[in-house]
Antibody
Framework: QLQLQESGPGLVKPSETLSLTCTVSGGSIYSSDYYWGWIRQPPGKGLEWIGSIYYSGSTYYNPSLKSRVTISQDTSKNQFSLKLSSVTAADTAVYYC??????????????WGQGTLVTVSS | DIQMTQSPSSLSASVGDRVTITCRASQFISNNLNWYQQKPGKAPKLLIYAASSLQSGVPSRFSGSGSGTDFTLTISSLQREDFTTYYCQQSYSLPRTFGQGTKLEIK
């Protein structure tokens, strides 16, 4: 059964770069059937789509974050990563790594990591 | 961006009730609509995809309908474990956007 696990610092200082890695087990990220991506949720608030990467390396970002976001993949390690630069307190959130299904018209997000809380504070 | 508006934002109901949550898109999204359930402290779980298709393993008391701009999630007979928060999400265009959530509470 495919599983996703986020890892990275739980505390980041303002103006620095948030870096998270998602390790995928039970399946390969090098598949044309899926997108791999990130969604975040500030404490007590709703869900925000950050962006996705396809096996080809194509990336798709939320325009509201695009200037600060980079999503990359390492197929040899079966991992993908998120970097968010110049963070502020507004970036404090639970960050989920996720899988989306390409072959279904609505490309639903069917698998989620457990989520990791990242707090931006000095 | 396509705005997704859920109503109501919160809803009180009893075990056994039939409830409906509505999601409205700010523009046409065909059937590119998914529903998720989120329990406190947990990641969301996919319930319905493509507006009306039930995800594998999800109880049949959950159903979805709609197309275009108006969609509904119906729970036919509420069970205790259903009292939590629900989100709709459009996948018609980037960025993918979610509704603000509907919190279902026990009356």
């Amino acid at each position: 059964q495919l599983q996703l696990q986020e890892s990275g610092p739980g505390l980041v200082k303002p103006s620095e770069t948030l870096s998270l890695t998602c390790t995928v087990s039970g399946g390969s990220i090098y598949s044309s059937d899926y997108y791999w991506g990130w969604i975040r949720q500030p404490p007590g608030k709703g869900l925000e789509w950050i962006g996705s990467i396809y096996y080809s390396g194509s990336t798709y970002y939320n325009p509201s974050l695009k200037s600060r976001v980079t999503i990359s993949q390492d197929t040899s390690k079966n991992q993908f990563s998120l970097k968010l630069s110049s963070v502020t307190a507004a970036d404090t959130a639970v960050y989920y790594c996720v899988r989306r299904i390409v072959v279904i018209v609505s490309t639903p997000t069917d698998i989620w990591g457990q989520g990791t809380l990242v707090t931006v504070s000095s | 961006d396509i705005q997704m508006t859920q109503s109501p934002s919160s809803l009180s109901a009893s075990v056994g009730d039939r409830v409906t949550i509505t999601c409205r898109a700010s523009q046409f999204i065909s059937n590119n609509l998914n529903w998720y359930q989120q329990k406190p402290g947990k990641a969301p779980k996919l319930l319905i995809y493509a507006a009306s298709s039930l995800q594998s393993g999800v109880p049949s008391r959950f159903s979805g309908s709609g197309s275009g701009t108006d969609f509904t999630l119906t729970i036919s007979s509420l069970q205790r474990e259903d009292f939590t928060t629900y989100y709709c999400q459009q996948s018609y265009s980037l960025p993918r956007t979610f509704g603000q959530g509907t919190k279902l509470e026990i009356k």
